[in-house]
Each structure stands twice: as C-alpha cells, then as structure tokens.
C-alpha cells in the first residue's frame, strides 16, 4: 500500500492579513517588543539622529529591531539584515522596511551611552507592570567569544623564539650585503628581506610590551593579597600567642608567564576556559539576574579568565540602579566567586542597604562537606542557613 502524502501546491494563491499586524498572533514577542519600546523616552537620541542625503530610520524602529533580534539570539548586523526580508516578526518590527547592515551597525555603535538608559528604563516599565522585584537576584558568569581566533595570538614564549630567531636571520642578511661578490645572492632582494624582518621584530617588540604591562598589573595585585593573607597570618599569631602551623602563603613571581599571549585581531580579549568548549578567545560576562522576574538587572564585562574578581563589578552596577526599583536583600552565586574578600563584599556595611545581602550563605552549593583538605571543608562551611534551604538539608 502507498503513502497519501499531503499534497504541497507551491503555485496556488492564498490570501494574507491586509495589515501587517493581522501576521502575528496576540502573544507574541514582536508585539511585547514593539510596545514596550513605544513607551520609552528616546528623545536624546532622535535629537541627534539625522541621516544624509535621506531621512534616517526612526529611533524606536531601530530599537526594536535590535532588541527582538537580541532576544532571539541574532546578534549579526548582517544576520539582521538579511532576517528583515525572511522572518514575517522582523518585517512586522520595521513595517516591511529593510535597514542595511551598516546603518544597524552604525546605530548601536554611535547610540552605545544611550542604549544603556534605554534598559534602564525597560527596568522601570517592568517594575509599574508588577513584573521586576529586586528582593533576591542570582549571579553567573558566561564566556562570549570574541570576534577573533584564538590561533590569531602569540605567547610570550613563542614571541622570545621568534625574536631570537629573526635577530639571527637579520644578522646573516646583514653579512650577505656586506660580502664583495654577491652573485650567489642575486635571486634575493636582501633589503626587502631586512625589512620585513624588522617589521616583524617591531610587532614582536609591541607585543612584548604588552604582556609586560599586563604581568605588572597581575604582579601588583597578587602582591597586594599576598601581604593582605601575611597580615591576617601575623594577626592570627599575635591573637593565639603562638605560630600557625602549615604553609606560609608563598610570594606571586613577577614578569611574564610563558603561556600569557595577545591576540592580534581583538587585543582585549582573553584566552579562556569555557564549559564543553576547552579554552576559546573571549570575555567574561556577568549576569544579575532578579529571581522572580528573571530579567537582567546588571551586566559587567571583563577580561577575568574566572569569577573570583567579578563580586565588586556586579555590586557596583546594582548600586547604581535607581532606588524606585526597590533593594537587593539576597544574593546567590556558586562556588566559582568564593573568596574571603568576597564575602566581605557581600556582607558589607549595614548602613548601606543594598549590602543587605546574605550571600556568605550562599556562595557553596548545598550538601554536606566533603572529606579531603581543609580548603575544600572550609569552602562548603559557608552553605544556606535560611529557613528554605535549611528545610532541604
């Protein structure tokens, strides 16, 4: 017996919605988008927004473009582009214009500083609608690759090598130009030759400046939490009358690493772990999330290969949200921000509210300590002592 197949008439003619509204169902996100943007205040933007010899797209269109395609994980000026003439919510969002890459590409670069007050305000319609609740927020931090290679980069070893190596070979060319009979060298242009050798050493010579500035920063703030742990040793000793057993904190090396490497194509960022990914070329980013509404209320960035440096950024951003959209009272992170500085951090001075936080309570996951080293056990002391958490133990 055959299949009865649907049969699929490409040629037959259909009738669509007259408007482009009657494309979308109610619930949509086009829809939630496009009316949240309406209620946001773009005033400085449209102030300076002027196009060329035509009219420039409208602010809020443009907005909402970005912010759909944000949402739904295109983030491509080009990909963008290409969406407003595929996707029937990109052509609801623009009224079935399409901006071109460039223009996109330009707004969100020229309107960064402005973009940053637009989210704030979606905080705050969030907030009137009953949506946002500070109370409790959850921070994590995600590696985003960055737009370039991680085999575009040179180590500081491999940069001594190749230095050494080019310092010889323009050494040899130096001797071949010097040499009286010069026939067998006929089929080499020795002055190009030397000159893009010290082209190469110059690059080399700058990347090395680099990776010595970055060990001096690195340097400099190990040194300052090796004296910090020294300080606490000698107080614990002076407190007890007596020397602490076990190892003293060992002093950080100065210089570079052999490993510590820059990459060529975007100097910023970082060779990083990433989960199920090995190392990539990234940044790392943080998310404060607010745990009833699930929306995004801070977002640092940093060149940070771990979590650990991140607690201060995040808590930075949050205090700089306005006070309408209520305080902070907890915070979770997972072990990968625990640090003794950090739980100072969180605790903080009382007279600040939004340091209210409980996250020294926070900051392991649940489950009894396990055996191993007194590092490990004193890690998992630091568990939920709330009444939730404590009813899950």
Same mark, same amino acid.
Request: aromatic content about 8%.
């Given at each position: ?21 009657? %494309?979308?169902?109610?619930?949509? &996100? ?6 949240? =943007? #309406? *209620? @946001?205040?773009?005033?400085?933007? !449209? ?108 180590? %500081?070893?491999?940069?001594?090598? &190749? ?6 070979? =323009? #050494? *040899? @060319?130096?001797?071949?130009?010097? !040499? ?114 699930? &929306? ?15 607690? !201060? ?81």
């Amino acid at each position: 017996m055959s299949n009865k197949f649907i049969p699929i008439e490409r040629e037959s003619a259909f009738i669509l919605p007259p408007a482009l509204e009657g %494309w979308l169902p109610e619930g949509s &996100l086009a829809r939630f988008v496009v009316e949240v =943007v #309406e *209620q @946001l205040d773009t005033s400085r933007i !449209e102030g300076v927004y002027r196009g060329g010899g035509s009219a420039p797209y409208p602010p809020k269109m443009m907005l909402a473009l970005l912010f759909y395609c944000y949402a739904t994980g295109i983030f491509s000026s080009r990909l963008i582009e290409r969406a407003t003439y595929e996707l029937i919510p990109m052509l609801y969002l623009t009224g079935n214009t399409h901006p071109d890459h460039n223009s996109i590409n330009g707004f969100r670069q020229r309107f960064l500083p402005e973009l940053k007050e637009v989210f704030v305000q979606i905080l705050f319609i969030a907030h009137e609608l009953g949506v946002l609740k500070l109370g409790d927020i959850s921070l994590d931090g995600s590696k985003f690759q960055a737009n370039a290679s991680k085999h575009k980069a040179m180590s %500081w070893e491999y940069a001594n090598k &190749l230095e050494a190596q080019l310092q010889q070979e =323009v #050494e *040899q @060319l130096l001797e071949l130009a010097g !040499e009286a009979d010069c026939q067998r060298t006929t089929d080499l242009d020795i002055a190009q030759e030397w000159l893009r050798r010290q082209e190469r050493l110059e690059q080399i010579a700058a990347v090395k400046a680099e990776l010595e500035a970055r060990a001096q920063a690195r340097y400099e703030q190990e040194q300052a939490e090796y004296e910090a742990k020294l300080a606490e040793r000698q107080a614990k000793e002076e407190q007890r009358g007596r020397k602490l057993g076990g190892n003293k904190p060992k002093p950080p090396e100065s210089g570079p690493r052999a490993k510590d490497q820059v990459n060529f194509t975007d100097p910023d960022s970082r060779i990083m772990p990433s989960s199920g990914a090995g190392f990539v070329q990234a940044y790392n980013a943080q998310a404060g999330v607010a745990m009833d509404s699930l &929306l995004i209320v801070c977002n640092p960035l940093s060149q940070h290969r771990n979590d650990k440096q991140e607690v !201060e950024p995040a808590l930075a951003q949050l205090s700089q949200l306005p006070g309408e959209l209520g305080e902070v009272e907890r915070a979770a992170a997972d072990s990968g921000y625990f640090s003794e500085a950090n739980v100072k951090q969180f605790r903080g001075p009382r007279d600040r509210p939004l340091y209210r936080l409980r996250p020294a309570t926070a900051l392991c996951p649940l489950g009894r300590a396990p055996s191993g080293s007194p590092r490990h056990a004193a890690r998992f002391r630091l568990r939920l002592r709330s009444a939730p958490a404590a009813a899950q133990r």
